[in-house]
């Protein structure tokens, strides 16, 4: 009788795990066949609300919540200070739990001498959104195309004042830098005007106080096509869906394209299995209707690359970042 007793438990236990384990594949639990996520998530914004890198945080929150691809709650956290440095010294102490935003200046941050932080402190999850440089002239402006620009400062470097914002190293200003150098010219005697917002840059196009702008597209297309400015090249790859008539930098001979990209980072030391976890929520994320509406209504491109895509991108994009910085003059 005990051992027909004992038979009965060791069923029922059989049963109940086997049910339990049914339940888990059946309700697509986060667990993905491990423990991780085991409480909630944070994605860091590393900057005030209202920017592009709190924007892109809270466009991914609430698809992967509306879209039930994390069913864990998650919250946005917003690190301002030092071109992301507090943010990222925020994830540097944090476990996978916690992801952020970055961009180009979690490399060109370590290149000025502005920040011990590099990259490679970091685990690479993702690269997401990009948005595409431009330059830009008076719609009066004897420029009608990037080539004749380069031509000019080709023949007198010193002669056109350039103006970016809100400062040297970002990629509206090496964006143009590499356009120059790619053309021949002697990039290291280019005339930079340095304002602090594109409104202030936009104000002294309009003035005649500079010749010509380098900036992201979106900062000025409204402009653009309200005639009240002229685009005269951007840095992608094919020409831009509603500025079809601006050429890109390759239609006018110039061999470059220069993405101004969003990406996402966790902490380091991540597993194996953590990595894998991400790498499938935000598979999924950028497949949804959702999200690519999100792009659309904010003039973002599609640049989705997954972990192992992304580690092999910042790398390439580092060396591109320290010779540039270094051509330019900003370090040695």
């Excluded at 591109?320 to 330019?328: A, F, I, R």
Aim: aromatic share 8%.
């Amino acid at each position: 009788m005990r051992k027909l007793i004992g038979i009965m438990i060791l069923f029922t236990t059989l049963l109940i795990a086997g049910c339990s384990s049914g339940s888990d594949e059946a309700s697509g639990s986060d667990s993905g066949g491990s423990d991780f996520p085991t409480k909630n998530i944070e994605i860091i914004a590393p900057a005030s609300p209202g920017g592009g890198w709190d924007a892109t945080a809270r466009s991914m929150q609430k698809v992967f919540s509306d879209e039930g691809i994390i069913e864990k709650s998650m919250n946005v956290v917003n690190k301002p200070g030092g071109g992301g440095e507090v943010g990222w010294q925020y994830l540097k102490s944090k476990d996978a739990h916690t992801i952020s935003i970055n961009s180009s200046l979690v490399i060109t941050n370590n290149l000025l001498g502005q920040s011990e932080l590099t990259y490679n402190d970091f685990t690479p999850l993702a690269i997401l959104t990009t948005e595409w440089n431009s330059v830009t002239v008076a719609p009066d402006s004897k420029f009608n195309t990037g080539a004749e620009i380069m031509e000019q400062l080709k023949k007198d470097p010193t002669s056109l004042k350039i103006a970016v914002a809100p400062s040297l190293g970002n990629d509206d200003h090496l964006s143009f830098v590499q356009a120059a150098q790619e053309f021949g010219v002697d990039v290291t005697k280019l005339n930079f005007m340095i304002y602090e917002s594109g409104g202030d840059v936009l104000t002294a196009m309009l003035g005649g106080h500079v010749d010509v702008a380098t900036s992201s597209v979106s900062e000025f297309k409204e402009q653009v096509l309200a005639g009240k400015l002229k685009m005269v090249a951007v840095t992608s790859e094919k020409p831009i869906e509603g500025l079809e008539d601006v050429p890109t930098w390759k239609e006018q001979g110039v061999d470059m394209v220069f993405p101004h990209w969003r990406g996402i980072m966790g902490p380091p030391d991540m597993t194996e299995d953590e990595i894998t976890y991400w790498d499938e929520k935000i598979s999924k994320l950028v497949e949804t209707d959702a999200w690519k509406k999100i792009l659309k209504n904010n003039e973002w491109e599609d640049y989705y690359m997954d972990s192992t895509e992304s580690a092999k991108f910042l790398e390439k994009q580092m060396e591109n970042y320290n010779e540039l910085l270094n051509v330019s003059g900003l370090i040695d």
